[in-house]
């Protein structure tokens, strides 16, 4: 838990596709999410058995395993989840991300990011080759946030009123593109259309609210 908003707080080295290193997976080219990407998985325990919705493997990266792979820093800090997310949706090394995230947001070691305030400090900046744009936000914060250039996105498939994403239909509707999103108190990362987050929200975070989202593009 390491995103916070302005009321409080809220939270191995991979070859890159191309001639440059990669410091996140890379599953290649993913088509429109024609097929599920998620599916039933039933645990036992002493309390009997629950089947669980989640992810696919080949949809999911545990951010936090490959950051603490690839860095001591990573080991010894928390409350990091935009440091994480930047890393995945701009495709840093950890460490580089971690100089991002204090550099344009303030970030202090070991405490949550502002995001929704310093956001604005990185939009239209250029790291690693990629650009950073607002690309949209639930109908919910389009007065917190047009200002700083967002607009509206809705789910599609709702035709007479205004759905904004879950984790989980953003994905499906973002098979290509890298974005960074911000979830209730969270940051985390979409990289064709796979989720970059906590181990547990493979199963956990499906359903929760994409607040606003930055989508980092390839400056050319």
Sequence with gaps: MA???SLGSSESHIERIGSEPSFVYSWGKVKHM???????VC????????????????????????AASQSELAKREKNDCVVRAFMGALDLPY???????????????GKG???????????????????????GCHPDFEFTM???GFKTITNPKYKNKKVGYTLKSFIEAHPKGRYFV?????????????????KCEQKSA???RVNWVVKCEENK
């Design 146 to 148: 047009k200002d700083k």
């Design 113 to 135: 990011t502002y995001t929704t305030m310093y956001i604005k400090y990185a939009l239209g900046k250029t790291k690693n080759g990629m650009k950073l744009k607002p690309y």
């Design 95 to 109: 460490e580089r991300a971690h100089g991002f995230v204090k550099k344009n947001f303030n970030r202090e070691f």
């Design 43 to 66: 645990y036992t325990g002493w309390h009997g058995s629950k089947t669980i919705e989640e992810l696919k493997p080949e949809y999911f990266v545990d951010s936090g395993s490959l």
């Design 206 to 208: 499906l359903y929760r």
């Design 3 to 5: 995103e916070l908003s």
């Design 34 to 40: 024609k097929e599920a990407i998620t599916q039933k």
């Design 182 to 198: 911000i979830l209730e108190g969270h940051a985390v990362a979409v990289v064709n259309g796979v989720l970059y987050g906590n």
